[in-house]
Each structure stands twice: as C-alpha cells, then as structure tokens.
C-alpha cells in the first residue's frame, strides 16, 4: 500500500527524476510521464542503454553514470529487470524509487525500504497527479 503523503511529497517537492527505460519512443508511456513531470516541475533524467536526449535532457546508460544526485527512480522496464534498477538505486544514493505499473519485485523492494528509501509501487505519476489535485 502506497502512502499517499510521500506520493504527494515526491509529486509536489521538485527533484530530479531518473527515468529508466525513458527513450525517444514517443508511443512509450515513459515518454508522456517524463513530459508529465516536467511540467510538474521537476527535472528529468533518461536512462536508458541508448544514452538518447529526451524532451531536452541528456541521456545516460545507467544511473551510475548520471552525474550529481539522484532523488528519484522512477523505473519503467519489467519486474524481471527491476530489482538490479532497485539495488542501483540504493548504491547511487537515491531517496525514493517509484515503480511504475505491473512493475514489482517484493524482495527489492524491501531491500529499498530497509535502506531507508521512499517507496512506492505499481501506479504511475500521471496516475496520481490528478488524484491529489495536481
């Protein structure tokens, strides 16, 4: 169960956003979330194996190699990827990893959460945007 007020923190206090999986794909829903968070005010990162500019911002292979501070993971590639995205996470020093959609990986995600990392599964910001008035 998410906690709604850590979705409205991570949602209304801007940050840098980490998009893994973000690509120039306009058809994916990484693309229309990242432009989503944008305008919400935060700034985004896209991660992904193809390093492509998105929406304005350089992209980056992996998050060890996005330079400064992560706040946010946002992640966006299958269960079966996300725990290693998780565990990146945690090592770069992240405060919060969001899982989008149908991604899960409960072992993982405790490992975030004893690390002391916000947390919140299966939903997505365009999701939760409207639903806490955004």
């Known amino acids: 169960m ?19 999986g973000l690509s120039t794909n306009t058809a994916r829903a990484a693309h229309g979330v ?39 993971v946002d992640v966006f590639v299958n269960s079966s990827r996300a725990g290693a995205v998780i565990d990146d996470a945690v090592r770069v020093g992240a405060t919060a990893v969001w899982l ?4 899960r990986d409960p072992k993982a995600e405790q490992r975030a959460r004893a690390a002391g990392l916000d ?10 945007g409207p639903r806490h008035g955004l």
């Not at 998410?2 to 893994?20: G, M």
């Not at 432009?35 to 350089?58: C, D, F, M, S, W």
């Not at 989008?100 to 991604?103: S, T």
């Open 2 to 20: 998410n906690d709604p007020a850590v979705v409205e923190r991570l949602l209304t206090t801007p940050a840098r956003w980490a998009v893994v």
């Open 34 to 72: 990242a432009a989503y968070l944008q305008g919400l005010g935060h700034t985004i990162v896209p991660v992904h194996p193809r390093a492509e500019t998105v929406h304005g911002e350089p992209g980056y292979r992996r998050l060890e190699d996005v330079p400064g501070k992560i706040d946010v």
């Open 100 to 103: 989008q959609l149908a991604v």
């Open 119 to 128: 947390l919140v599964t299966d939903t997505c910001p365009r999701i939760e």
